[in-house]
T-cell receptor
Framework: QQQVKQSPQSLIVQKGGISIINCAYE??????FPWYQQFPGKGPALLIA?????SEKKEGRFTISFNKSAKQFSLHIMDSQPGDSATYFC???????????FGKGTRLSVIA | GAVVSQHPSRVICKSGTSVKIECRSL??????MFWYRQFPKQSLMLMAT?????????EQGVEKDKFLINHASLTLSTLTVTSAHPEDSSFYIC????????????FGEGSWLTVV
């Protein structure tokens, strides 16, 4: 049973457009929701993370929107650039030293 | 952000031999580290949770005698693939929880293992 469902599987966005990736979770005990960016052959890099006490968090061009009642959270990449082309993973975990549960990833391609 | 160093980044070994991969948290102490395996174009699969000074907790289906994990200090965890076979070829990634920053989890750069 997949605890974090991520969509879409792949996404093509024009340069300057908005990339939107969605995730839904099942475990209401989750209270930490990070997004990771991974380039081919590299480890995942933490992009931005949110906890359920806020509904939105913005860092530069990246914004997380969080809907606790719907158990959903999403990543918005504003003014998408070709350098943003990568695989993005959403994840969730409970507080403490518990492992992250990952979504299946979204391959983003930003075309000029 | 915090830095997690993984070594080696790439290793090729002969079938039947053992390979050790190191994971170090460079600027924070990590009581807990995690080891993942990733196949091409797939998500990360958790192999085990490594706690400093105690035995690792393995996920279902992961052979603990084949994938030996040692977390000897607050900054170092090692994964040893014993008696490696070609099917063990994969991308292995470690991560560490920085308790000083609310257990934010940072990943290493990964290690490509090729067994020939």
């Amino acid at each position: 049973q997949q605890q974090v469902k991520q969509s879409p599987q792949s996404l093509i966005v024009q340069k300057g457009g908005i990339s939107i990736i969605n995730c839904a979770y099942e475990n209401t005990a989750f209270d930490y929701f990070p997004w990771y960016q991974q380039f081919p052959g590299k480890g995942p890099a933490l992009l931005i993370a949110i906890r359920p006490d806020v509904s939105e968090k913005k860092e530069g061009r990246f914004t997380i929107s969080f809907n606790k009642s719907a158990k959903q959270f999403s990543l918005h990449i504003m003014d998408s650039q070709p350098g943003d082309s990568a695989t993005y993973f959403c994840a969730a975990s409970t507080y403490g030293n518990t492992p992250l549960v990952f979504g299946k990833g979204t391959r983003l391609s930003v075309i000029a | 952000g915090a830095v997690v160093s993984q070594h080696p980044s790439r290793v090729i070994c002969k079938s039947g031999t053992s390979v050790k991969i190191e994971c170090r948290s460079l600027d924070f102490q990590a009581t807990t580290m995690f080891w993942y395996r990733q196949f091409p174009k797939q998500s990360l699969m958790l192999m085990a949770t490594s706690n400093e000074g105690s035995k690792a907790t393995y996920e279902q289906g992961v052979e603990k005698d084949k994938f030996l994990i040692n977390h000897a200090s607050l900054t170092l965890s090692t994964l040893t693939v014993t008696s490696a076979h070609p099917e063990d070829s994969s991308f292995y990634i470690c991560s560490a929880a920085d308790r000083e920053s609310g257990n934010t989890i940072y990943f290493g750069e990964g290690s490509w293992l090729t067994v020939v």
